[in-house]
């Protein structure tokens, strides 16, 4: 088991940047996938941006804006967001896969405003 909290949503407007961050409660490993989904009201949860030891993705929508990082000493995971549009609004939530189970944090509101 893993709990997953996450911080550092908000109000912005247009245009400006918010970081946010995942603690786990444990070490993972860093060959397990880490990442960021979001959900908007009436829409499905979607994945923003993933990072594992070969690499990250990311959304299109995403692409050239935000950029996710990870600390393994300390087990957190990040997401840097800038140039935010009310299109970003969403829950934002923190994933981590071990041997093929998936656990998720409570997710972290991030609103912008046009």
């Known amino acids: 088991q893993v709990q997953l909290v996450e911080s550092g949503g908000g109000l912005v407007q247009t245009g400006e940047s918010l970081r946010l961050s995942c603690a786990a409660s444990r070490s993972i490993s860093s060959s397990s996938v880490m990442g960021w989904y979001r959900q908007a009201p009436g829409k499905q949860r979607e994945l923003v941006a993933t990072i594992n030891r070969s690499g990250s993705t990311y959304a299109n929508s995403v692409k050239g804006r935000f950029t996710i990082s990870r600390d393994n000493a300390r087990n957190t995971v990040s997401l840097q967001m800038n140039g935010l549009k009310p299109e970003d609004t969403a829950r934002y939530y923190c994933?981590?896969?071990?041997?093929?189970?998936?656990?998720w944090g409570q997710g972290t509101q991030v609103t912008v405003s046009s």
């Open positions: 994933n981590v896969r071990i041997s093929f189970t998936d656990y």
